[in-house]
């Protein structure tokens, strides 16, 4: 009973997180399109991430619990709680010092160590793919978010402009959204499948991916309650950093991030939504001139990956070391 109490509110605290990390920043940029409903993209977010599991498969939530490492085995669960863990831990820690992290990079980077350090074995070949995946899927936004801005530039104006830019942006955003429960959004699907798991059979190996519709509606209010938390903060850091002036700019870099992410998923591989939106945002910026870009975007960027991983990844082994020990 302790360990089912445990597993389940690391799963709720998961959640919280990746709400007020990614929820915030996926509506936040969705709202800052001119007259954006706020209750319909808060709609199209919650309604699509609700239903990913069961249209659009759990293939990126199985790389979490089977590709990274041998989690399947007795002693698997534990090791992923401590790689779930650390991730939150080094998020926590970095964001505290005003450092630039992601969630999706602490999350593997904290269960591989975790499986390594607790004699599981390491899958270093998908791990290898995961991560190059993952580095070029916000170079690929940056591009596709320059030609995408490139283009905007040469669509002729006309009265029914306003509205058919509207349209552009609601069907762009629903494609970010689609993306994000395909992909970054299933670390959360993992994370409580696991815990369901544990509840149901026991502490033990992690099964097979498998989250009931009860829960999925609890992960979806959970997400969006989370998103509600820091919906404000991010808004001022979008509006802040992250400048689009033009309503077409808004739909392009949103396409860009939608599209990066959703080739990612084909292949299976998690990437961070947060990182290609602002790679979009940076592309479709470089596309009026370089001066027009806030480079400390690209710098968080890159910082994120040579903070969070490595870190996530050492203290991940520690933790499984210290496993291996009781």
Known sequence: MEWTLAFAAVAVLFV????????????????????????????????????????????????????????????????FLAGVL????????????????????AVIGGITGAGLGAGLPVSWSSLGAVLAVGAGAPLAGLVLGYLLGVMSRRVPSCRRMPG????????????????????DGQKMVAVVSVAVGVGRDGLGAVGPVDVPPAWMAALTLLFLSGSMTSLNRV?????????????????????AAAAAVLSSSALGSPVSMTQSITAGVVGVATSEGARKVRWQGVLNMGAAWLLTLPSSMALGCLAGLGLRLL
């Not at 509207?166 to 959204?177: E, R």
């Not at 509006?239 to 870099?253: E, I, K």
């Open 86 to 105: 650390v991730a939150v831990a080094v998020v926590a820690a970095l964001t505290g010092r005003g450092l630039p992290t992601s969630l999706t990079l």
């Open 16 to 79: 919280l997180i990746s709400g007020a990390n990614d929820g915030a920043t996926l509506i936040g940029i969705g709202l800052r399109f001119p007259h954006s409903p706020g209750w319909a993209v808060t709609a199209i977010l919650m309604a699509t991430l609700l239903a990913g599991p069961y249209v659009l498969g759990v293939s990126v939530a199985r790389t979490f619990t089977e590709r990274l490492a041998g989690l399947g085995t007795s002693g698997g669960a534990m090791a």
């Open 164 to 183: 058919l830019v509207l349209a552009a942006h609601l069907l762009a955003y629903t494609a970010q959204c689609v993306a994000y429960a395909l992909n």
């Open 235 to 255: 808004g001022e850091r979008l509006g802040r950093g992250l400048v689009l002036t033009r309503p077409l700019h808004v739909v392009s870099a949103e396409t």
